[in-house]
């Protein structure tokens, strides 16, 4: 039998055990500068000329296309230059002291960064997503300082963001004009000794009193946690009703019964110190929850998507740093009276530095893309953090290689990138919860 040709605009789609070519029969649709292409149910059963089982997914999911704006490109070299200019001074030994830069804070506060996603009435920006991630990418690559590139995205996803998708507008006027302005570092406290990925089994409690709470527990590995300003706190209203009677609450610095611990010693992100957060019948008012009593849930889901797909944003912008940083060496070292470079073990590892750079965009972007459009993106932020994680280990371990011994001292400022990224592969969610999340949402 003859083949039918299959056209450019066409694509497989596959339902049940039959995997059919289909051409696109919606139109492509544009956010901006972003195109997505999605069939839905509808344009499925069209395509295939048969109903669709109703547990199929309600559209079909293909990689966003996107093109960035002048202005967008703009706005990158902007980012890139001030933190050229302002950030990452003194990086190797304040790597080496595990000392974080207040003033960068500031700077990044002044230059628009901690509010580039928040609304313009509240101090902020009001950017969407591709432009926020696109900042924090510039960030990470301009500054080389992944501690403060790590401690901006958990500001900005993990606290900020959610407060202006859930708080009220006492809780905006209050809060959002100090943590856009960089006046006041916010981290969120979720995990504890004994609740890691199961986040939801977390022991601190928050006992009703009048006119609030009353919080005891302990919160552990939280970054920026001994010299933050407000604490996002995750506590459990009501333990008998297990993760629904989870709530939220803003506790600020220098509250009775709460203590920020000292930082402690870890291998990478060094200039971003991790601590406990120790609430020992600390009272919160209930104008300080976050949304209504047992909303923790919803709010940490909502929140942890974001931070998946986009916390390691400056992390990307490092790689890309690297990845010049490996290509110039390359091309300057040389062994046996020729180029590094033109050695296949040391091309071929700079070719999968260029690829991993490449595909890591393509998965952040489309996430950023579908969260600005409004869209489910739980897949595609779990893929996001899944790859993005586990590459960036892999190119940092591919620089030291490139580098022989300068790749393993520290003066050169190679080997720090390997202990940065480290940890990568653990906060935000681990790379085996992504992978459970993954095969969750494809129906296993």
Known sequence: MKATPRSPAARWIDIGARRLWSPLVQPRTTFGAHKHLLTPMNAMQQAVGRSVHPGATLYWRLSVRYQFTDDQLALREQTIEFARTHLGRDLLARDLAATFRREDWSLCGAAGILGAHVPTAYGGQGLGAVETVLRLEAIGYGSRDNGLGLALGGHIWNVVEPLV??????????????????????????????????????????????????????????????????????????????????????????????????????????????????????????????????????????????????????????????????????????????????????????????????????????????????????????????????????SATDAVRIHGAHGYLAEFEIERDVRDMLGSIIYGGTSDVQRNIIAAQVGL
């Not at 100090?178 to 979720?190: H, K, P, T």
């Not at 611990?261 to 120790?278: F, Q, S």
């Not at 797909?309 to 390359?330: D, P, T």
Request: contains cysteine; hydrophobic residues 40%.
């Open 165 to 394: 998708a859930s708080g009220t507008e006492e809780q905006k006027e209050r809060y959002l004009p100090r943590l856009c302005s960089g006046e006041a570092i916010a981290v969120n406290a979720v995990s504890e000794e004994d609740s890691g990925s199961d986040a939801f089994s977390l022991k601190t409690t928050a006992q009703k009193v009048d006119g609030g709470y009353l919080l005891n527990g302990r919160k552990t590995y939280v970054g920026m946690a001994p010299i933050a300003d407000v604490a996002l706190v995750l506590a459990n209203a009501a333990p008998a009703s297990g993760k629904w009677g989870v709530s939220a609450f803003f506790v600020e610095r220098g509250a009775p019964g709460f203590t920020q611990g000292p930082p402690r010693p870890k291998a990478g992100t060094r200039t971003n110190p991790i601590g406990d957060l120790i609430f020992e019948n600390c009272f919160v008012p209930v104008a300080n929850r976050l949304g209504g009593e047992g909303a923790g849930v919803s709010l940490f889901s909502r929140a942890v998507n974001w931070e998946r797909a986009f916390i390691l944003a400056g992390h990307v912008g490092a790689m890309q740093a690297l990845f010049e940083r490996c290509v110039s060496h390359a091309k300057e070292r040389q062994q046996f009276g020729t180029p590094i470079g033109k050695f296949q073990s040391v091309s071929n590892r700079i070719a999968n530095m260029r690829l991993r750079i490449e595909t890591s965009r393509l998965l952040m972007y489309q996430a950023a893309a579908m969260k600005d459009r409004g869209l489910d993106a739980t897949l595609e932020c779990s893929m996001a953090k899944l790859h993005i994680a586990e590459t960036l280990l892999e």
